[in-house]
Structures are given as structure tokens and as C-alpha cells.
């Protein structure tokens, strides 16, 4: 049973975010990062498969909206944690984690995310990591493979941004869009607040997650915790800083483009992210799969069985030392 306060009220205070997934909540402190909420689950005994993915943990990385949290992997984790040691993070801003006044830029989350990952290596004996992340969090994700790539054995991109047509390809790798006259509007409390409200409103998180879903019909489950989710102190810091830029980066072509390790890359056909023109240059490379489905920018909540077998094929072949791109399914991509 999935745990998240299904008889509050959608809009109803309170200081404490609901738990959100079968696994165990755990904690850390990162110097970078600050305190970081992470959930942790796996099978009774390890390798129960007989296959070397079942000894490495994998890490489930949310995306960043103005209610999201580690409830946006649910059915991954309970996919994973019946047979592998499975992790979801609460990025920084989000969850359980810290949502203090600080500037919640790229390197932030990125900070976060080898925090964790360390976590995960030490808690298993120094085990390379598999990790999933969700839209723009593959950005995060893509930075944290090359800052530490001995960490990381591969990389799942789910929907993941940067490569759109009008995706910017300025600056220095390490560069983010972020806009300081946005983000100072944003933090007038008179704008800003009544802007949040709005944002965080039932009507409003139900509008963006039909243009997620690409449809009128979306996880029901999914928009009542997304609706708890953002009414907590400090909920709204992370947003605004997303809102304003600070979390995209400025030319994540070039930055996807420099990842060594297999890479899978998967999304829908349906919504608003679909545009992937610019992955034409990059998915062609033999540590780069991809398989396009026709659902929405999360294809995991409505066809979980295929998303998984899709990733076992990949996960297959790097077991047996085989490059991901014969794994590729073509498809389209506008």
C-alpha cells in the first residue's frame, strides 16, 4: 500500500511532508548540500536474479516542478526494490529535504546527488551506481556522471530536457540560464506569494500534469500527493529559482555529449516533451540507446511493464560487456 494522506484535504497546512514511499527515509548532511532526504528499500536477499544488475543499487531521481518529490518514481521504486537495492532522493528544496533560504543553482543538485551516491557506494562495499533520472534532474544527473564517472556504471534519461529546437547552446558547459531580475521580481513577497498560491492550487498542478500526461486523464494517486507536496515551509524557494533559469543549463548538447558511460534515453510521444531534435547528433553513439512510447513524458506510470523490460534490455547488455545502441528502438522524434 502506497503510504501518502489520502483523506486531507488537498489544500490543507501542515509542516511535516507525508511519506511517500514503501522504503525506509533516511538522512544525511552534506557540506555542499545541506541535509538530504533519501529512501531506501531492496529485496531480502541480494542477487536473488543471478544477474550482475542485481547486486548494484540504483538511484530514482525526481523532476523539478513546484510540488514534485520522490513520489514522482513510485513505480519504479516498487519496481526495483523487489530486486535490487533500490534509492530515491528528495533533491535539495524538495521532500524531506532542506528548503532553506540558500540559491538553488545546478551545482546544488548536482552536490546532492553525489552526496547520495557516495552514500550508496559505502553502504555497498564501493559498488558502482545505476541511476534513473526525470526530466531536467537528467541535466543534474548528466553533471554529476561527468564530475565523478567512476561512481556512476549508467545512465536512464527519462524525457530529459536540453534538447529541444529552441534549447539554449550558449556559454560554458558549466553555465545555467538563470535570470537574477526574474528571481528578484519573484522574491517580492506581494508577487511572489500570491504567484506561488496560484502555482501550488489543485486547478493549477492538475493544468501541468495534463500537459505532462498529453491527455485529460492522468495518475490521480500522483496529483493528490503533488498537491501536499507544495504546501510546506519553504516550498517555494526551489520553484522560483527554477522559474528563473538557475536550474537549466546552458548547453546541455555539449554536455550530454562528453558522457562515456551507457546511456539510455526514453520518451513519449505525447504532451509537451517531445521536441528532441537536437539528440539527433548524439543518440547515434554506441553507449547511447533510445526507445520512444507512446505515452507521456512519464511512459513509467502508464505502461510500467514495458518501461521496465525496455531498461532490463539495456541492463542486459552492459552485464554482458555489449554496447547499448543495438538495443535502440527507433522512433519518432518532432
Same mark, same amino acid.
Given at each position: 500500500? *502506497?503510504?501518502a494522506?489520502?483523506?486531507?484535504?488537498?489544500n490543507?497546512p501542515t509542516?511535516?511532508?507525508?511519506?511517500?514511499?514503501?522504503?525506509?527515509?533516511?538522512e544525511?548532511?552534506?557540506?555542499r548540500?545541506?541535509r538530504i532526504?533519501?529512501?531506501?528499500?531492496g529485496p531480502?536477499s541480494?542477487? *536473488? $536474479?543471478?544477474?550482475p544488475s542485481?547486486?548494484?543499487?540504483?538511484?530514482?531521481v525526481?523532476?523539478?516542478?513546484?510540488?514534485? $518529490?520522490?513520489h514522482e518514481?513510485?513505480?519504479?521504486?516498487?519496481?526495483?526494490r523487489?530486486?535490487?537495492?533500490?534509492?530515491?532522493i528528495?533533491?535539495?528544496?524538495y521532500g524531506?529535504s532542506? *528548503?532553506?533560504?540558500? &540559491?538553488y /543553482?545546478?551545482q546544488?543538485?548536482?552536490d +546532492?546527488?553525489?552526496?547520495?551516491i557516495? !552514500?550508496m557506494?559505502a553502504?555497498?562495499g564501493?559498488s558502482v551506481?545505476?541511476?534513473?533520472a526525470?526530466s531536467? $534532474?537528467?541535466?543534474?544527473l548528466?553533471?554529476?556522471a561527468?564530475a565523478?564517472?567512476?561512481a556512476? !556504471?549508467?545512465l536512464?534519461l527519462? $524525457?530529459?530536457?536540453g534538447?529541444a529546437r529552441?534549447?539554449?547552446t550558449?556559454?560554458p558547459p558549466?553555465a545555467?540560464?538563470g /535570470?537574477?531580475?526574474?528571481?528578484r521580481v519573484?522574491?517580492?513577497? =506581494?508577487? +511572489?506569494?500570491?504567484?506561488?498560491?496560484?502555482?501550488?492550487?489543485?486547478?493549477?498542478?492538475r493544468f501541468?500534469?495534463r500537459k &505532462?500526461w +498529453?491527455?485529460k486523464?492522468?495518475?490521480?494517486?500522483?496529483f493528490?500527493?503533488?498537491?501536499?507536496?507544495? /504546501?510546506f515551509? +519553504?516550498?517555494?524557494?526551489?520553484?522560483?529559482h527554477?522559474?528563473?533559469g538557475f536550474?537549466?543549463?546552458?548547453?546541455m548538447p555539449?554536455v550530454?555529449s562528453q558522457l562515456t558511460?551507457?546511456?539510455?534515453m526514453v520518451?513519449?510521444?505525447?504532451?509537451d516533451?517531445t521536441?528532441y *531534435?537536437?539528440?539527433d547528433?548524439?543518440v547515434?553513439?554506441?553507449? =547511447?540507446?533510445i526507445s520512444?512510447?507512446?505515452?507521456g513524458a512519464?511512459p513509467y506510470f502508464e505502461m510500467?511493464?514495458?518501461?521496465?523490460?525496455?531498461?532490463?534490455e539495456v541492463?542486459?547488455?552492459i552485464?554482458?560487456g !555489449?554496447p547499448v545502441s543495438?538495443a535502440?528502438?527507433k522512433?519518432?522524434?518532432?
Amino acid at each position: 500500500m *502506497r503510504p501518502a494522506g489520502r483523506t486531507l484535504p488537498l489544500n490543507a497546512p501542515t509542516q511535516t511532508p507525508p511519506h511517500v514511499l514503501n522504503g525506509e527515509r533516511r538522512e544525511l548532511d552534506d557540506p555542499r548540500a545541506g541535509r538530504i532526504s533519501y529512501y531506501v528499500a531492496g529485496p531480502e536477499s541480494s542477487g *536473488r $536474479s543471478g544477474r550482475p544488475s542485481a547486486e548494484v543499487p540504483i538511484l530514482l531521481v525526481h523532476s523539478i516542478n513546484a510540488s514534485a $518529490s520522490a513520489h514522482e518514481v513510485h513505480p519504479l521504486f516498487e519496481a526495483f526494490r523487489q530486486r535490487r537495492p533500490t534509492y530515491a532522493i528528495d533533491l535539495p528544496g524538495y521532500g524531506h529535504s532542506e *528548503r532553506s533560504d540558500r &540559491t538553488y /543553482r545546478q551545482q546544488l543538485m548536482v552536490d +546532492g546527488l553525489l552526496a547520495v551516491i557516495a !552514500r550508496m557506494r559505502a553502504d555497498h562495499g564501493g559498488s558502482v551506481v545505476d541511476a534513473l533520472a526525470v526530466s531536467i $534532474s537528467c541535466e543534474f544527473l548528466a553533471k554529476a556522471a561527468l564530475a565523478e564517472p567512476a561512481a556512476l !556504471r549508467s545512465l536512464a534519461l527519462v $524525457s530529459p530536457t536540453g534538447f529541444a529546437r529552441n534549447a539554449p547552446t550558449r556559454g560554458p558547459p558549466e553555465a545555467d540560464c538563470g /535570470r537574477p531580475a526574474v528571481l528578484r521580481v519573484l522574491n517580492v513577497s =506581494w508577487i +511572489g506569494q500570491p504567484l506561488f498560491k496560484l502555482l501550488r492550487s489543485p486547478a493549477s498542478i492538475r493544468f501541468f500534469l495534463r500537459k &505532462t500526461w +498529453g491527455r485529460k486523464e492522468i495518475d490521480e494517486e500522483f496529483f493528490r500527493v503533488s498537491c501536499r507536496m507544495a /504546501r510546506f515551509p +519553504g516550498a517555494h524557494r526551489a520553484p522560483f529559482h527554477f522559474l528563473s533559469g538557475f536550474l537549466f543549463g546552458a548547453d546541455m548538447p555539449t554536455v550530454y555529449s562528453q558522457l562515456t558511460h551507457p546511456v539510455w534515453m526514453v520518451h513519449g510521444t505525447r504532451g509537451d516533451f517531445t521536441d528532441y *531534435r537536437k539528440a539527433d547528433r548524439i543518440v547515434d553513439k554506441e553507449n =547511447w540507446a533510445i526507445s520512444v512510447l507512446p505515452t507521456g513524458a512519464l511512459p513509467y506510470f502508464e505502461m510500467p511493464e514495458t518501461f521496465v523490460e525496455h531498461y532490463d534490455e539495456v541492463l542486459e547488455r552492459i552485464d554482458a560487456g !555489449r554496447p547499448v545502441s543495438t538495443a535502440k528502438e527507433k522512433g519518432p522524434r518532432r
